[in-house]
């Protein structure tokens, strides 16, 4: 693995850690988190609809262009969304 690769990968672990502990601080996120992505799924647009109610209504702050390390929390996200609906 080259080194600009690790370098990247080691940025988006801290970026997760980061919102992690936000998410720990703040447990009140996952389940509004949850709530948007609960309203959004399906829609046309529903990664970009959670990252803008996500960044308007908390401390989690997703830029437009999303990183890595947001693609990874947002489709988590909507599959933890998905699984809870698949269980009913």
Known sequence: MAI?????KER???ELMLFIRKVFSEPEI???AKNIARKHLGKKDAVVLIAEELSS???VKIPL???EADDLFLHLLIDLVKDETALY
Do not use: D, G, L, R
């Not at 600009?4 to 990247?8: A, G, L, R, S, V």
């Open 65 to 67: 262009e999303h990183s």
């Open 30 to 32: 996952c389940a509004h």
């Open 57 to 59: 209504t908390t401390n």
């Open 12 to 14: 988006v672990i801290n």
């Open 4 to 8: 600009k690769e690790i370098k990247n």
